[in-house]
């Protein structure tokens, strides 16, 4: 009976062996289950989720800024422009009187703009050239190994984080005719007292000496982040060839921060023709005026006084477009100093 068996178990074999041959189709293995297909079906929906976001995330993260921009800078750039070729009043916005290029014009012969434009000017080179030479300095200062050097970079911010009314009204305090400090340091070295607020030259010393004092520290930091990024191997061979500390940041920190010297002039001299704050509260209750002779009028004052004073808001849009041509026109004349810079590096 066994070995009947066995012999019969090949035969058996071979005859299941042979059938797919007669053409009856026989599994290869176990049906797939329906949940199987459903987990595909899952992963191929999420596959196509994560390239959908992969492609489209990095909009979505910049659009916030995009929209923001849109509504608050760029309708108020369009907006400004349109209003500057009418003449429209602000408390009848709508009312619009096309006059073309009339605004523009009358600039051109407006004594009081072209006042405004050389106080900004003189202003600004009282306060960045002071400004960016004491940053340099006190950068320099930092950057070797002090004590307590994270207080000094602290109190150098300090100024920066001050209210611009508070800072201002401290230094009208200072500069004050009869009991301010400035004038009894002058009295003690036997100089007379100085009308800062009245006179031309000194009163723009006097609002410039505002924005050295907020904006020294920030730029102090700036510079000394940059000499931080300066490798050292600079340093040990320029010691190595006997060079000196004063000759090391002649040759070597300076050249290294010319990009970052460059970068801290524009941005101050976008802030001093943008300049507001300082001379309007230094001029007291006077109002953009000023004061009483335009002394130091500078032309965001000016575009105050036009637009919110006089309350002639398409001459006012045409000062605010005439400083942003003329910031335009920094930036191309610092592109073309950078390009030169490095065009000069490049034959080095």
Not at 8 to 15: D, F, K, T, Y
Not at 103 to 129: C, H, K, M, P
Not at 145 to 169: D, E, I, N, Q
Not at 275 to 281: N, Q
């Amino acid at each position: 009976m066994a070995s009947e068996f066995s012999a019969a178990a090949p035969s058996s074999v071979e005859e299941g062996a042979a059938a797919p041959a007669s053409g009856v189709a026989v599994a290869s293995g176990p049906p797939q289950a329906p949940g199987r297909e459903a987990a595909d079906r899952r992963r191929e929906r999420r596959s196509r989720w994560y390239r959908r976001d992969v492609k489209w995330s990095p909009y979505a993260f910049i659009a916030p800024f995009f929209l923001f921009f849109a509504a608050f800078g760029l309708f108020p750039l369009l907006y400004t422009g349109w209003a500057s070729l009418h003449r429209v009043e602000l408390t009848a916005p709508n009312d619009m009187e096309w006059i073309g290029l009339r605004n523009y014009t009358r600039l051109l012969d407006d004594e009081f703009f072209w006042n405004a434009l050389q106080n900004t000017f003189t202003i600004g080179i009282l306060s960045t050239v002071p400004q960016l030479l004491m940053a340099l300095g006190i950068a320099h200062l930092l950057n070797y190994r002090l004590r307590g050097s994270m207080f000094f970079r602290v109190a150098a911010l300090t100024p920066y984080a001050t209210s611009v009314a508070a800072a201002t009204l401290v230094f009208v305090m200072l500069f004050g005719r009869d009991y301010g400090m400035i004038n009894w340091f002058l009295s003690l070295a036997g100089f007379e007292h100085i009308d800062w607020q009245n006179g031309s030259f000194t009163s723009q010393l006097a609002v410039s000496s505002i924005v050295v004092w907020r904006w020294t520290g920030y730029n102090a930091l700036i510079y000394l982040a940059a000499m931080q990024s300066i490798p050292s191997d600079l340093y040990e061979s320029a010691a190595l060839d006997g060079a000196s500390r004063w000759q090391q940041f002649l040759h070597v920190t300076l050249p290294s921060l010319r990009p970052t010297i460059l970068f801290t002039v524009v941005v101050s001299t976008i802030g001093a023709i943008q300049l507001f704050g300082e001379p309007l509260l230094f001029n007291g209750g006077g109002g953009a005026t000023g004061g009483s002779e335009h002394q130091f009028q500078t032309l965001g004052l000016y575009l105050y006084e036009q637009g919110w004073t006089n309350l002639h808001l398409g001459r006012a849009s045409a000062i605010a477009w005439a400083m942003f041509l003329l910031l335009i026109v920094i930036g191309l004349v610092s592109l073309a100093v950078t390009r030169w810079l490095r065009r000069g590096e490049g034959k080095a």
